[in-house]
């Protein structure tokens, strides 16, 4: 369901997307890791078609970035790093608002808040201004417009920052009911994370991936935690 090919973006002379390809199929959760600064927020902006690369390419649900970004919008699910709203509005306008944007009317439209509404725990906050939200309530809002059209593709940076640990549970819960029908890919730097969601994992640093492979194999491999093989590839990276 997403395709990449080469893609390449520098900011000045910062290098941060330096040549990335990789695939991943419906089915799968990607967890995307890499220290601070490696490229990883850069490479999912691009997916998503907020930035363009420099050169390179990539497909999602078959649409090209360059040649149809509105279909690859329309094709996926993006939770930014910062969850960006409308602090105005409540949170039932917010998500009513992006219902139009996504052209979501009607009975579908209620039929997607009631769907999105308790699934994202929002429903006590439905009616208050997203500015008054706490991070971790604001977090679940920013979700539940990535998840309100009920897209094959979802691209979600961070999706557990700010919340409890009985709210982490819940998202985490949440990726894996979602994961056998779509094509999930996950930036954390939480690693338990990803051992508890991802079926696959990349290790990114400076722009470059080091590391395509699954959890338990990287684990078994380098025969520690994979908090410890993170450790060791990156540094590696760095030295």
Not at 1 to 27: C, H, Q, T
Not at 28 to 53: D, E, H, S, W, Y
Not at 68 to 82: D, F, H, M, T
Not at 190 to 207: D, F
């Amino acid at each position: 369901m997403i395709e990449v090919n080469d893609l390449k973006r520098s900011f000045g002379p910062v290098v941060a997307v330096d040549g990335i390809s990789f695939s991943v199929g419906k089915g799968q959760v990607l967890g995307l890791l890499g220290p601070n600064g490696a490229g990883k927020t850069t490479a999912m902006r691009m997916l998503a078609c907020f930035i363009r690369p420099d050169s390179g390419t990539a497909s999602v649900c078959g649409h090209d970035i360059l040649k149809n970004p509105i279909e690859v919008k329309r094709s996926l699910g993006y939770l930014a790093e910062n969850s960006p709203a409308y602090n105005e509005m409540t949170v039932g306008g917010f998500l009513n608002f992006v219902c139009d944007v996504r052209q979501i009317t009607g009975k579908r439209r209620k039929a997607a808040l009631d769907r999105i509404v308790p699934m994202c725990s929002i429903d006590s906050v439905y009616h208050q201004s997203i500015e008054t939200l706490s991070k971790g309530y604001k977090r679940r809002v920013g979700l539940g417009q990535a998840l309100i059209h009920d897209p094959d593709v979802l691209i979600l940076d961070e999706p557990t920052d700010g919340l409890d640990p009985n709210q982490k549970h819940g998202v985490r819960k949440l990726i894996n009911d979602m994961a056998k029908d779509k094509c999930i890919i996950v930036s954390t730097h939480i690693l338990e994370e990803v051992e508890a969601v991802c079926t696959r994992t990349i290790i990114i640093a400076r722009g470059k991936i080091l590391v395509d492979s699954t959890p338990d194999e990287l684990k078994e491999k380098h025969n520690c935690s994979l908090d410890q093989v993170f450790r060791r590839i990156t540094r590696a990276k760095s030295a």
